[in-house]
């Protein structure tokens, strides 16, 4: 018999009328433990850390590269502009002690169309992902 993931709500939060307007979960299953930030990226940064913004690969159009707006390089893998990471894995934009983008206002399309749980084909995060970047 397939065994159903057991899912835990970690953290809720609502608005003013309170309406819940996000969740954080986390769903146990064969795989592991995964946490889902159903959730506006602020309310999840306490615990996420900005995790996305250490994704490999921030690619740019060819447009956002051209524009000299951005520190990019080609990747020599893929062949396509993106962000440079620095030596921390992290984007060279990501603000190390608060954990928010530094050109939140034009970052690129990617950025602003990026959610790791919300519409994602992935589901947020590996538990144990998120436990060893904390304490890194
Ligand atoms: S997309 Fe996910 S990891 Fe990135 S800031 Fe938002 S909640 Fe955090
Ligand atoms: S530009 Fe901003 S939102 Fe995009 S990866 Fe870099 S720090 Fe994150």
Redesign the pocket.
Same mark, same amino acid.
């Given at each position: 018999m397939k065994k159903i993931p057991r899912i835990t709500v970690v953290q809720e939060f609502k608005d003013e009328a309170g309406e819940v307007t996000g969740q954080i979960t986390s769903q146990s299953g064969a795989d592991g433990t995964w946490v889902q930030f159903d959730c506006n990226c602020l309310d999840a940064l306490p615990i996420c850390r900005?995790q996305?913004?250490s994704l490999k690969g921030?690619f740019l159009t060819e447009a956002e590269a051209q524009s000299g707006e951005y520190d990019c390089f080609t990747d020599p893998e893929t062949g396509l502009p993106q %962000?440079r990471r620095d030596a921390d894995g992290a984007?060279? $934009? %990501?603000d190390r002690e608060t954990k928010l983008?530094?050109? $939140?206002d034009r970052?690129?399309g990617v950025?602003k169309a990026f959610h790791c749980t919300r519409g994602a084909a992935v589901r947020g995060w590996k538990l144990a992902n998120i436990v060893e970047r904390h304490s890194a």
């Open positions: 900005s996305c913004c921030t %962000l984007c060279t $934009y %990501l983008c530094s050109i $939140y970052r690129p950025c």
